[in-house]
């Protein structure tokens, strides 16, 4: 079993920066991939970025590509969603979670944070 909480959302204006966290407990050893999602009122979750653990390879939806950064620190078991030059379209409820094997899916989830950028 794997435990993940975020934090970090708030509220930022639009241009500034946040940066999540997603810590992790329990079973981290048996993580393959942490990704993170977001979803909007109306909307369906989405997959924002993902970072797997051993080879450090990231992914990032386009609508974000050249303002988000994931990052991973394994001795803390946690990963990062830097966020810059934030727009209001960017807010939304923002879920890490937990792939543990490449067969598959995302097992664990948090339970959100949310991020509000005003205009």
């Known amino acids: 079993q794997v435990q993940l909480v975020e934090s970090g959302g708030g509220l930022v204006q639009a241009g500034g920066s946040l940066r999540l966290s997603c810590a992790a407990s329990g079973r981290t050893f048996s993580m393959y991939r942490t990704g993170w999602f977001r979803q909007a009122p109306g909307q369906q979750r989405k997959v924002v970025a993902h970072?797997?653990?051993?080879?450090?390879?990231?992914y990032y939806a386009e609508v974000v590509k050249g303002r988000f950064t994931i990052s991973r620190d394994n001795a803390k078991n946690t990963v990062y969603l830097q966020m810059n030059s934030l727009k209001p379209e960017d807010t939304a409820v923002y879920y890490c979670a937990a792939m543990p094997t490449v067969w598959s899916p995302y097992d664990y989830w948090g339970r959100g944070t949310q991020v509000t950028v005003s205009s």
């Open positions: 970072i797997t653990w051993n080879s450090g390879s990231t």
